[in-house]
């Protein structure tokens, strides 16, 4: 149980366009889920929460409007990276929460903006 | 603020042997979950160990068991006879009082030799 996907697993793609990534919960409703960033070999760095019908709420430093967030359904958050540059090169995780705050992750995807 | 010290950046153990991690926190709430969570080379966040701070019995999980010292803020994860598939990077997370998002350590890499 407890299992969380994330598509696309790595993604390629020019400067300038936009990049989709989807956090699904598979065999469980998760009213929140989570998108962290991770640079090689260091911890994990939160982006932002979402939340199941509302808004997401982002950490402090993290743009918005680069950074769009939508909780469609209790199984589903996706991650848009808007108009990418090569700074935006990085390893994204999500993660849902389930019982007694414990967040599990998807396997993260890899993103490099060319 | 709630800080997450993870003071041993890297650790090597010969197979079948003991390594401990240590880890320390910061807080002021009374009832919270600890967690230790492991990223071999594939980067998918595994859940180790998950350890309710209203709970005196320290948590164990086959060969993965805790020490948690509450007044000391101490909560560190015992690998016992390791295996090479343990070889991976281990975080240490811990919830923040305001709302409750995860906090991560460093991470302490673990090798485990042949």
């Known amino acids: 149980g407890a299992v969380v996907s994330q598509h696309p697993s790595w993604v390629i793609c020019k400067s300038g366009t936009s990049v989709k990534i989807e956090c699904r919960s598979l065999d469980f409703q998760a009213t929140t889920m989570f998108w962290y960033r991770q640079f090689p070999k260091q911890s994990l760095m939160l982006m932002a929460t979402s939340n199941e019908g509302s808004k997401a709420t982002y950490e402090q430093g993290v743009e918005k409007d680069k950074f769009l967030i939508n909780h469609a359904s209790l199984t589903l958050s996706t991650l848009t990276v808007t108009s990418a540059h090569p700074e935006d090169s990085s390893f994204y995780i999500c993660?849902?929460?389930?019982?007694?705050?414990?967040?599990?992750f998807g396997p993260g995807t890899r993103l490099t903006v060319l | 603020a709630q800080t997450v010290t993870q003071s041993q950046p890297e650790m090597s153990v010969q197979e079948a042997e003991t390594v401990t991690l240590s880890c320390t926190y910061d807080t002021s709430e009374n009832n919270y979950y600890l967690f230790w969570y492991k990223q071999p080379p594939s980067r998918q966040m595994i859940l180790v160990i998950r350890?309710?701070?209203?709970?005196?019995q320290n948590a164990t999980e086959n060969r993965f068991s805790v020490n948690f010292q509450k007044a000391a803020k101490s909560f560190s994860l015992k690998i016992s006879d390791s295996q090479l598939g343990d070889t991976a990077m281990y975080f240490c997370?811990?919830?923040?009082?305001?709302?409750?998002?995860?906090?991560f350590g460093a991470g302490t890499t673990v090798t485990v030799r042949a």
């Open positions: 997370a811990f919830p923040r009082a305001n709302d409750y998002k995860l906090s």
């Open positions: 350890q309710e701070a209203y709970k005196q």
């Open positions: 993660s849902a929460s389930g019982v007694g705050d414990t967040q599990y």
